[in-house]
């Protein structure tokens, strides 16, 4: 199937202190139609990976290494200038905190048009038209009054019902979705889960959809990545990382996590600190079966069946 998106090798550590690694070696491959997904805790490093994907890096922070490749384009060889074209056209982002997202000065129907008019070159009958379209897709009620209203009048549910509808109308080749549940209540939560699940069967929306939540990630996506402490632990389909994990991390992940529909609840640590450990496993100082040379040496990703990848010595030799 063809390769929409591929990152290699890609590490990202501040500016100042390039041997600070924030990401270390991320290695990401999204087929065209596929909801691809990465967990992992709060400071485990998902959205500076989509971030550096997308060339926002924050401030303070660079990519030192590492090769993107989006539908053909090379995007780490992009200037600002021309990946500020790939964003919204090629890639659309959908953030966690629909609140920064809009300009509060501005009714919802004059942000669509003028998104859609910059984008797709669509004059005001013809954006208009499609921005209905796309909101009733998203199963919004009581569309002409959504169109009037500003963002602050709405609930968080409607509002990334909105960024939705804005992302799909784009038609990107790559959705990147992070937390896109997370500042919701429960049912909204459920509700705009359901809208992906649906909208990804209907369209074969290429998505990378990034989540703290299990149940989120497995609802969704047929691949999954775990990250932990800026690294790729484990890699494979939903079935093998679910019912067959393998790093001692995901393991410990899944087994506090009983599929009783409550949110992961793992203790979530502040696994920042853990990055600036150049050497050894990420995992030495919580793994239960830690040896001695994973405190000083960082195990590879090996290849353990064909679909499925883990880092750590447990499986050295055997891929
Ligand atoms: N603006 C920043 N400047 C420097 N380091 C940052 C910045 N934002 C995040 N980090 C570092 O990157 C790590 C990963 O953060 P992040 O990708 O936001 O985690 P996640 O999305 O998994 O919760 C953090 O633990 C922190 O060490
Ligand atoms: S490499 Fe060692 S410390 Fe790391 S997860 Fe595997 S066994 Fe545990
Ligand atoms: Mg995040």
């Known amino acids: 199937m063809e390769k929409i998106l591929s990152v290699k090798d890609l590490c990202v550590s501040l500016t100042k202190n390039t041997q600070s690694s924030i990401l270390k070696n991320i290695d990401i491959e999204i087929l065209k139609g596929q909801a691809y997904g990465i967990m992992g805790e709060t400071g485990s490093g998902k959205t500076m990976a989509a971030k550096a994907i997308m060339g926002l890096l924050p401030h303070g922070t660079k990519r030192t290494f590492g090769k993107i490749n989006l539908n053909g384009k090379q995007l780490h060889q992009l200037s600002k200038k021309s990946m500020r074209s790939i964003l919204g056209k090629d890639i659309a982002f959908i953030p966690q905190n629909t609140a920064g997202a809009f300009n509060p000065l501005h009714t919802i129907s004059s942000q669509l048009k003028s998104i859609l008019k910059n984008y797709n070159g669509l004059n005001n009958s013809e954006s208009e038209e499609i921005a209905?379209?796309?909101?009733?897709?998203?199963?919004?009620?009581?569309?002409?009054?959504?169109?009037?209203?500003?963002?602050?009048?709405?609930?968080?549910?409607?509002?990334?019902?909105?960024?939705?509808?804005?992302?799909?109308?784009?038609?990107?080749?790559?959705?990147?979705?992070?937390?896109?549940?997370?500042?919701?209540?429960?049912?909204n939560k459920n509700k705009i889960l359901d809208l992906f699940i649906e909208l990804q069967d209907q369209y074969s929306l290429t998505i990378l959809f990034i989540s703290h939540d299990i149940s989120v990630i497995r609802n969704l996506c047929k691949r999954v990545a775990v990250m932990y402490a800026g690294e790729i632990v484990e890699e494979g389909t939903e079935n093998e990382i679910f019912n067959h994990p393998?790093?001692?991390?995901?393991?410990?992940?899944?087994?506090?996590?009983?599929?009783?529909?409550?949110?992961?609840?793992?203790?979530?640590?502040?696994?920042?600190?853990?990055?600036?450990?150049?050497k050894g496993c990420g995992y030495y100082s919580r793994c239960s079966e830690r040896m001695d040379k994973c405190q000083t040496n960082n195990p590879s990703l090996y290849q353990i069946t064909e679909n499925q990848k883990t880092r750590c010595f447990l499986y050295e030799g055997k891929d």
């Open 132 to 187: 209905m379209k796309w909101l009733t897709t998203v199963k919004l009620n009581g569309i002409d009054r959504i169109f009037k209203s500003y963002p602050f009048q709405l609930s968080g549910g409607q509002n990334q019902r909105i960024l939705i509808a804005i992302a799909l109308a784009l038609k990107p080749k790559l959705l990147i979705a992070d937390e896109p549940t997370t500042a919701l209540d429960k049912i």
């Open 246 to 278: 393998r790093h001692p991390y995901v393991i410990d992940l899944l087994k506090s996590f009983h599929y009783n529909g409550k949110e992961n609840s793992l203790k979530v640590e502040d696994v920042s600190n853990l990055q600036f450990l150049s």
